[in-house]
C-alpha cells in the first residue's frame, strides 16, 4: 500500500495531535480539544504550505 502525500499528512496529523492532545492536557475533554486544535492546525498548515510551493514554482 502506498498512500498519496495527503493521506500520509491525514495520518501523521491524527498520529501527532493524539499524542500532543494526552500529553499537554490533564482531563479528557481538555486533551480531546487541543488533539483537535493541533489537527486542524496541522492540516490547515500543510494545505496553505502547499499552494504556497504551488504558486512559487509557477
Known amino acids: 500500500m502506498h498512500p498519496s502525500h495527503f493521506t500520509a499528512v491525514l495520518l501523521f496529523a491524527l498520529f501527532a495531535s493524539t499524542v500532543f492532545g ?3 492536557r ?5 486533551m ?6 493541533c489537527f486542524v492546525l496541522f492540516v490547515g ?3 496553505v504550505l502547499s499552494w504556497l510551493m504551488y ?4
Do not use: L, N
Not at 26 to 30: A, D, G, L, V, Y
Open 32 to 37: 480531546v480539544r487541543y488533539g483537535a486544535y
Open 45 to 47: 498548515s500543510a494545505v
Open 55 to 58: 504558486f512559487i514554482a509557477r
Open 22 to 24: 494526552i500529553t499537554q
Open 26 to 30: 490533564e482531563t479528557p475533554r481538555r
